[in-house]
């Protein structure tokens, strides 16, 4: 799936990605390949990707967890919309 993730400023990141986790306002919530469509609200928190082909442009944005070896994206709030493969976060 492809993930872009746009800021009032830019867009910081996109990508495709093998999977999301994303600081919902119920909690976090995980998203893969043929994800239902949805839109939904984001609390402060990181943006969790997985992704395989990680180009130097895009790595410039991201820190990588030592918990569970994923790439975060921080955030202080935003929305996202998933919808054809495709992952939209409009981030704070």
Do not use: C
Request: glycine share 6%.
């Amino acid at each position: 799936m492809f993930l872009e993730i746009v800021t009032p400023e830019q867009v910081v990141f996109n990508a495709e990605v093998t999977s999301i986790a994303a600081p919902g306002i119920d909690g976090e919530f995980q998203m893969l390949n043929d994800h239902a469509p949805i839109i939904s609200l984001l609390v402060a928190g990181n943006i969790k990707i997985d992704v395989t082909n990680l180009d130097a442009e895009n790595a410039k944005v991201l820190v990588k967890s030592t918990e569970d070896n994923r790439w975060n994206y921080k955030i202080k709030g935003g929305v996202i919309e998933v919808k054809n493969n495709k992952v939209i976060v409009l981030a704070d």
